[in-house]
C-alpha cells in the first residue's frame, strides 16, 4: 500500500493543547478545502515530492519506508487533510500503534465517515472548525458537528482560527455544537499566522458563556521559528 506524502520531519508541537511536547510530523499530501489563511498550500495537491532531512524523495511511498523514519515516541498525522487517503492513513495508523507509538491528528472535520474508520487508533484528536470569516468558504456546521461525535471518543479539542474578521455570530455557532455534544471540550482559538486580533479577551468572554473552556494559543511555533 501507498500514500502522497509531502514531508516528515521531528519538532514542537506548536498549536493547540499539545504546545511543546516534542513529535515526528507526517504532512500527507492532498486537501479537499482551499482556506485562505492556509500556511501549506503547496500540501493541496499530491504533485511533489517527500522532504526528509533535506533529502527528496519520489511519492508515492509505503508504510515501511515512513516507519523507518518516525523516532518519536509520539507522532503527528497532519496535512493537508490526512482523512483523504483514509486506507493508507489505516494501514499507518496500525503499523504506528503496534510499534506503541502515541498518535495525535489533525484534521479539518469536514469528512466525518472517514474520521469515524480512523479514530479508534489515535490518542489525541485536533479538529478543526472552518469559519467563513477566515477561510472564505462555505460554512461545514453539519460535518463538524458529526466529526466531533465521532472524535469525543477520545482525547479531542476543537481549533478554530480567526482573523480580524470574526463574527460573534461564528464563534457562538462553533460554541454551541461544542455544547451540544460535551460542554467541557476544550475550545482553542487560535489567530492567524501574522494577524494581531484585537478583540481576544472579549471572544474569549462571549465563548465562555457558552462553553466551559476556552483558550487562546497562538502558533508557538512560528513565534520560535520552528518548522
Known sequence: MKGFVREIFSSLQGEGLKVGQRMTFVRF??????????????ARSPKGHLLYNGVMYANPVTIDFLLDKIADRSVAITGGEPLLQVD?????????????????????????????????????????FKVPSATGQCPLWTEHERS???AVKKD???????????Q????????RIIARVRKDIPLVIQPASGERITRLLELQKAALQIIDDVRVIPQIHKCLGLR
Open 168 to 175: 460573534l455570530e461564528e464563534l457562538s455557532t462553533v460554541c
Open 156 to 166: 479531542v479539542f476543537v481549533k478554530v482560527v480567526i482573523t480580524n474578521d470574526i
Open 88 to 128: 493508507f492513513l489505516k494501514g499507518l495508523c496500525h503499523r504506528l500503534t503496534e510499534s506503541k507509538k502515541s498518535l495525535y491528528l489533525e484534521t479539518n472535520g469536514s469528512l466525518p465517515e472517514n474520521l469515524e474508520e480512523v479514530v479508534g487508533f489515535f490518542d489525541t484528536v485536533s479538529l478543526d
Open 148 to 150: 466531533l461525535v465521532h
Open 29 to 42: 499530501y492532498g486537501c479537499n478545502l482551499s482556506c485562505a489563511y492556509c500556511d501549506t498550500k503547496d
